[in-house]
């Protein structure tokens, strides 16, 4: 088993801290550190940073922690801990980043449906809070799409996926020949190969209605775009051959 790297370390510590403290503390935790709609009374100026230690159960800390164990220290050996740190929060914020635009592309056609509709601004907050519309209002806008807009606006965002897809790409693109083992079935699958295809998944997915679970899909393609972008820049000016903590 590699040694894991001092940065890699830090995060898996700060993970399991958040981790513990959301057992122990419970809702109040999501409040303040999950990463809530901008619109919503609950978002917070830190939470595009703390979501990313945020974590929804067991199994979803577990694969998180374990994938940026696997791949995480493999690029910050070779880049240093402060290129290694600042790869993986931007593409964290990256992930984030792309889901909020989605999320707000959602809420605000609804609000403009709604204000056409001829509600005024405190009636469209009020159906953020309850639910509660007119059916004239649902026959005309679709119970689709209002839906869709009140589970945005509501959303509340956890966990280092988006990050993690990033630290994907760019393992792939430093090894693209390495051999990665998948679980079903137990077959081994090279990293250029494999991580295009997890995008894939997560973009099909995402368009679709075949989503396993609370997924944001979206989130994990922005981390993967937000890697792929700053490794093409870094390598088109040979920063890949640089450490920054030398």
């Given at each position: 088993?590699?040694?894991?790297?001092?940065?890699?370390?830090?995060?898996?510590?700060?993970?399991?801290?958040?981790?513990?403290?959301?057992?122990?503390?419970?809702?109040?935790?999501?409040?303040?550190?999950?990463?809530?709609?901008?619109?919503?009374?609950?978002?917070?100026?830190?939470?595009?940073?703390?979501?990313?230690?945020?974590?929804?159960?067991?199994?979803?800390?577990?694969?998180?922690?374990?994938?940026?164990?696997?791949?995480?220290?493999?690029?910050?050996?070779?880049?240093?801990?402060?290129?290694?740190?600042?790869?993986?929060?931007?593409?964290?914020?990256?992930?984030?980043?792309?889901?909020?635009?989605?999320?707000?592309?959602?809420?605000?056609?609804?609000?403009?449906?709604?204000?056409?509709y001829g509600l005024s601004a405190p009636q469209i907050s009020n159906f953020y809070q309850t639910a509660e519309l007119p059916n004239s209002a649902i026959d005309i806008i679709g119970e689709g799409q209002l839906s869709g807009a009140f589970n945005a606006f509501r959303s509340v965002m956890v966990g280092a996926s988006g990050a993690l897809y990033g630290v994907l790409v760019g393992f792939a693109m430093l090894f693209p020949n390495?051999?990665?083992?998948?679980?079903?079935?137990?077959?081994?699958?090279?990293?250029?190969?494999?991580?295009?295809?997890?995008?894939?998944?997560?973009?099909?997915?995402?368009?679709?209605?075949?989503?396993?679970?609370?997924?944001?899909?979206?989130?994990?393609?922005?981390?993967?775009?937000?890697?792929?972008?700053?490794?093409?820049?870094?390598?088109?000016?040979?920063?890949?051959?640089?450490?920054?903590?030398?």
């Amino acid at each position: 088993m590699r040694n894991v790297t001092e940065t890699v370390k830090h995060l898996l510590i700060i993970n399991g801290i958040f981790f513990l403290a959301t057992i122990s503390l419970g809702n109040q935790v999501y409040d303040w550190f999950a990463l809530h709609y901008p619109g919503n009374p609950k978002f917070e100026f830190w939470q595009p940073l703390t979501h990313m230690f945020m974590h929804g159960d067991i199994s979803h800390i577990f694969f998180n922690m374990f994938g940026l164990y696997m791949f995480g220290s493999p690029l910050e050996q070779m880049w240093g801990k402060q290129k290694f740190i600042f790869f993986y929060l931007s593409t964290g914020f990256g992930a984030a980043a792309l889901q909020l635009l989605l999320y707000y592309y959602q809420v605000d056609n609804v609000n403009s449906a709604l204000t056409e509709y001829g509600l005024s601004a405190p009636q469209i907050s009020n159906f953020y809070q309850t639910a509660e519309l007119p059916n004239s209002a649902i026959d005309i806008i679709g119970e689709g799409q209002l839906s869709g807009a009140f589970n945005a606006f509501r959303s509340v965002m956890v966990g280092a996926s988006g990050a993690l897809y990033g630290v994907l790409v760019g393992f792939a693109m430093l090894f693209p020949n390495a051999q990665l083992m998948l679980l079903f079935p137990p077959i081994p699958v090279k990293a250029k190969f494999l991580v295009p295809i997890l995008i894939f998944a997560d973009l099909f997915f995402g368009f679709s209605s075949y989503s396993i679970g609370p997924i944001a899909h979206f989130a994990h393609v922005g981390g993967a775009v937000t890697g792929l972008v700053m490794m093409w820049y870094w390598k088109k000016n040979q920063f890949n051959n640089n450490r920054w903590d030398l």
